[in-house]
């Protein structure tokens, strides 16, 4: 055979050679990428069968071990450990099977060792907070939990896990001392799920409140709030509210409006705006310290324009407020009402007060017909004012 031709067969078959070793690469890039991801979503397309078959072994195992029970998983987590004995999910994995199929002992072996691999993996921390509750240490089942949320903050079993550690009479004081170091899950245990028990509400209630400032933010705390109104359990509710949203000074939530947002619905124990057409309220000042409202009626007659929810034991209190800039004539169309019922008839006209250059007040004394009290400014037609700096106070 001619050089040439020789030389030309076996560029071809170099070629040849060239294009099956780049597909071979290629699929196994494509059955590494999707085991990989089938490592985290259970439902994704893997193969099963090749020697590093890992998540997709795992997968299996996993969906194995929910539908049929562990006597089908367990061989595909044998697989699974077998092409990677290090990995702590696996491990503690066949730690799950295992305590579901009755092996107590196998399960703590099983454990152990996922333990000593980096707790990273859920099926551990949740058995070992469950065995540090079996034996009254609510500070380590409080860690465990602690772990498990930071990593998976919307972990699926999240709320039963944290009704578990209620159910210990330390376990919410450990869980607010884990809770203080501000973890990525405080927003999601601040946000329960509107199916949650009521005991469990009030709970997490109690527990931000152990917490105390700094680490649940007024508007964090909304939600459960809300929830704590919605039960009627209004007393729970204004604890957690003063916890986080009230100053030293007032009994009144944000008395200058400098968190009120006008293009907001709000809730709780917050401004609730007047949604009337024929009511114009707007926010004037930008920076902090200098916000205030400025209020107009354009309703035939007097109506609600600023209310706010308030929780009073039975006394005697006063109530004050600023209009700057606002003529004597338009300050006197403002009239207040603090009652159970929201009624123009509760209404009363502010006095001047000597306490602040126009500043008015109203006393008001409260029995314990309600649990909770509406504080309500009312506004006379075409009388624009400017409000600010309203605080309420026991009168002693």
């Known amino acids: 055979m001619p ?23 290629g699929g196994i890039v494509v059955l590494s990428g999707t085991d990989r991801i089938a490592s985290y979503a259970m439902r994704s397309p893997s193969l099963l069968g090749w020697p590093y078959d890992t998540g997709a072994s795992t997968s299996r195992a996993t969906q194995a071990l929910i539908g049929d029970g562990p006597a089908s998983a367990v061989p595909l987590i044998q697989r699974s450990i077998i092409t990677d004995p290090l990995d702590s999910r696996i491990v503690g994995l066949l730690g799950r099977a295992r305590l579901l199929a009755g092996d107590e002992a196998a399960a703590e072996t099983a454990f152990r060792v996922s333990g000593e691999l980096g707790w990273r993996d859920p099926n551990t921390q949740i058995y070992w907070m469950g065995e540090a509750l079996k034996v009254g240490d609510t500070k ?52 329960p799920s509107k199916d949650l028990p009521a005991e469990e509400v009030v709970g997490r209630g109690e527990v931000m409140r152990l917490v105390g400032r700094g680490v649940f933010e007024c508007a964090k705390s909304t939600r459960l709030v809300n929830s704590l109104i919605a039960l009627d359990l209004v007393r729970d509710a204004t ?107 509760n209404a009363l006209p502010g006095a001047p007060d000597d306490m602040a250059k126009d500043s008015y007040g109203q006393n008001f004394k409260l029995d314990s017909a309600c649990s909770a009290q509406r504080l309500v400014f009312w506004l006379a ?4 004012v400017h409000l600010d700096d309203v605080i309420l106070r026991p009168i002693e």
């Open 3 to 25: 050089i040439g031709n020789n030389s030309t067969w076996m560029s071809k078959l170099t070629g040849t050679f060239a294009v099956f070793a780049l597909a071979a690469l």
């Open 140 to 191: 380590v089942a409080a860690e465990r939990l602690d772990a498990l949320l930071r990593q998976f903050p919307n972990f699926e079993a999240r709320d039963q896990l944290i009704a578990a550690l209620f159910q210990s009479p330390d376990g919410k004081t450990e869980l607010a001392k884990r809770l203080k170091l501000a973890p990525s899950w405080t927003e999601v245990f601040a946000n």
């Open 239 to 345: 604890a957690l509210w003063r916890t986080n949203c009230l100053g030293p000074t007032s009994l009144i939530y944000d008395g200058g409006f400098e968190s009120i947002d006008t293009t907001q619905t709000t809730g709780g124990f917050d401004w609730q705006l007047s949604n009337r057409g024929d009511v114009d309220i707007q926010v004037e000042g930008a920076t902090p310290g200098s916000r205030r409202l400025q209020v107009t009626v354009n309703a035939a007659n007097t109506v609600p324009v600023l209310s706010q929810l308030v929780v009073l034991s039975p006394g005697t209190y006063r109530l004050t407020w600023r209009n700057p800039d606002t003529e004597a004539s338009a300050a006197r169309a403002i009239s207040v009402s603090l009652s159970c019922k929201l009624g123009i008839s």
């Open 381 to 384: 037609p075409k009388a624009p």
